[in-house]
């Protein structure tokens, strides 16, 4: 599965992707869009959300306000419209 490269060679999610607040970003939204019987996406979710909220707020604008605003308000739980143009204008800052 493409998301085994995240994995290091005992199961865990590598501990470089703990520094890589962007990468970590995108498979926190990535995992938000799973379905039941993705149990990768679901440990994502875990790893991603516990490591995003210990460092939001030693983060830099605007990448503090995209790490907020995603871990109050989850891609999968926002209104289609709203949400694309949240995601298409933080994209911009990437």
Known sequence: M????????KGGFKEALISDVRGMLGLY???????????????????TTTHLA?????????????????????IRKGLERLEARWYLSRRSFL
């Open 54 to 74: 210990s460092k939001v707020e030693h983060l830099e604008y605007p990448l503090a306000k995209q790490v907020g605003y995603a871990l109050k308000r989850p």
């Open 29 to 47: 939204d990535a995992a938000h869009l799973r379905v039941h019987e993705e149990n990768i996406l679901k440990e994502a979710l875990g790893f």
């Open 2 to 9: 493409i998301f085994d490269k995240f994995k290091d060679e």
